[in-house]
Nanobody, 124 residues
Framework: VQLVESGGGLVQAGGSLRLSCAAS????????IAWFRQVPGKEREGVSC????????SYADSVKGRFTISSDNAKNTVYLQMNSLKPEDTANYYC??????????????????WGRGTQVTVSS
């Protein structure tokens, strides 16, 4: 499974961005897709994840109420709508995928397939 992120960029605090994660295919090997972010020198942080089969979602406390994850299974694409962005949201954002048998995880150790990332910079 190949994943390609897009939609990153520079935005002012309070603004919005929508990230996309396009998968080459949704196969038997994938039933969960997640977004992570990382800044240099820090561990990769789980932001949100979604079950492809039933659409249930999970969010990190730091983004609840501001970020929304969704999927378009017909397009093999998962989106991350990010509103009310803060400077501390600045990071390289990655999408990841794996088969978790219905379990949703924000731990990077649970995911086998990764995209290369897209940079999000929020200016104050």
């Amino acid at each position: 499974v190949q994943l390609v992120e897009s939609g990153g960029g520079l935005v002012q605090a309070g603004g919005s961005l929508r990230l996309s994660c396009a998968a080459s295919e949704f196969t038997f090997d994938v039933d969960a897709i997640a977004w992570f972010r990382q800044v240099p020198g820090k561990e990769r942080e789980g932001v949100s994840c979604i079950s492809i089969s039933d659409g249930t979602t999970s969010y990190a406390d730091s983004v609840k109420g501001r970020f929304t994850i969704s999927s378009d299974n017909a397009k093999n694409t998962v989106y991350l709508q990010m509103n009310s962005l803060k400077p501390e949201d600045t990071a390289n954002y990655y999408c990841a995928a794996d088969r978790l048998a219905g379990y949703k995880s924000l731990s990077f150790r649970m995911y086998s397939y990764w995209g290369r990332g897209t940079q999000v910079t929020v200016s104050s």
